[in-house]
């Protein structure tokens, strides 16, 4: 099993292709993506934000992989998304938990689906920078 190999796809899969996807979704068809979540706003600036955090962190994970910076320059890509995509898990509880049109069967399961989604891949991004700082040496060793 070739662990630097993974390492890499990973990152480059995890971070950068949803990284720049999320940039797509989030800046450039930001209209779809107000509609999507419910809210319209005249100034989309804060949504233009987003999107290019999670295009400079997609870009600089294909550099890294590309050049091959290796296992740390890795994790701490997959940890750095990890967190951002953290703390939004937080707002989607929050929103499951705050909201009161979750009455309807059709915003609860969006939400809750949105709660385990991101969920599942903010475990997926942890656990694999946590893997790349075993490869690095920094953190003891997962495998």
Known sequence: MNIDLSIRITTALLVGVVGIASFFRHSVFYLSDQARMGWKQEHPEFQLEVGYA?????????????????????????????????????????????????????????????????????ALLLFFAAVAFGRAGVVPVLF
């Open 54 to 122: 999670n295009l400079a962190l997609g870009l600089w994970a294909i550099v890294v992989v590309a050049l091959g910076w290796g296992a740390l320059a890795c994790g701490l890509l997959l940890a750095t998304y990890g967190t951002y995509l953290l703390c939004t898990l937080a707002l989607h509880i929050r929103k499951v938990y705050a909201a009161k049109d979750l009455r309807h069967t059709g915003h609860r399961d969006r939400a809750m689906t949105s709660v385990i989604s991101t969920g599942i891949f903010v």
